[in-house]
């Protein structure tokens, strides 16, 4: 494969993953946590990467690709260990008790935004939440822009 094609498929791959979560959270109602959220960025920065790609072939920009689906593999990794309960999740998004909001505070907090924890499984498939599918994906990705950086130089 050529160096443009496999970028377009680790970008391509980026997007599908996105459209797959906007689905999930619009058409399956499954609104995303802080986490699911963090994981998305990456893809975004990737899909731009690989757009810049198709019309610079700046050598560097692969490998920032490549460091891109890494960073989103690692946040679901790390999803996915909050998820099992392996390590605790950020404050804002996992179970523990609600300290330092008055009573009125808290009340809008609720009132104002679906509570959406980074410690429940909304869905899964062979025992896998979608925090762990977006990581071995992103992985798989990496390698991808990997093989694309080193046909570049």
Same mark, same amino acid.
């Given at each position: 494969?050529?160096?443009?094609?496999?970028?377009?498929l680790?970008?391509?791959?980026?997007? *599908?993953?996105m #459209?797959?979560a906007?689905?999930f959270?619009?058409?399956? +109602?499954?609104?995303?946590?802080?986490?699911?959220?963090?994981?998305?960025?990456?893809?975004? !920065? /990737?899909i731009?990467?690989?757009?810049?790609?198709?019309v610079?072939?700046?050598?560097?920009?692969?490998?920032?690709? *490549?460091?891109?689906a890494?960073?989103?593999?690692g946040?679901?990794?790390?999803?996915?260990?909050v +998820?099992?309960?392996?390590?605790?999740?950020?404050?804002?998004?996992?179970?523990?008790?609600v300290?330092?909001?008055?009573?009125d505070?808290?009340?809008?907090?609720?009132?104002? !935004?679906?509570?959406?924890?980074?410690? +429940?499984?909304?869905? +899964?498939m062979?025992? #896998?939440?979608? *925090?762990?599918?977006? /990581?071995?994906?992103?992985?798989? #990705?990496?390698?991808?822009?990997?093989?694309? *950086?080193?046909? !570049?130089?």
């Amino acid at each position: 494969m050529t160096r443009t094609t496999l970028i377009l498929l680790a970008a391509g791959g980026s997007l *599908a993953l996105m #459209l797959g979560a906007l689905g999930f959270q619009y058409i399956g +109602e499954m609104p995303p946590c802080k986490l699911c959220y963090w994981q998305r960025y990456p893809h975004v !920065a /990737a899909i731009g990467i690989g757009l810049v790609s198709t019309v610079m072939a700046w050598r560097v920009l692969p490998w920032l690709g *490549a460091a891109a689906a890494l960073a989103t593999a690692g946040v679901g990794f790390y999803h996915t260990g909050v +998820e099992r309960g392996w390590w605790q999740g950020p404050d804002t998004c996992t179970s523990g008790p609600v300290g330092g909001l008055s009573t009125d505070d808290l009340l809008n907090q609720i009132m104002n !935004a679906p509570l959406v924890r980074c410690d +429940e499984v909304p869905w +899964e498939m062979f025992t #896998l939440s979608m *925090a762990s599918w977006n /990581a071995i994906a992103s992985l798989v #990705l990496a390698g991808i822009w990997v093989m694309a *950086a080193r046909k !570049a130089g």
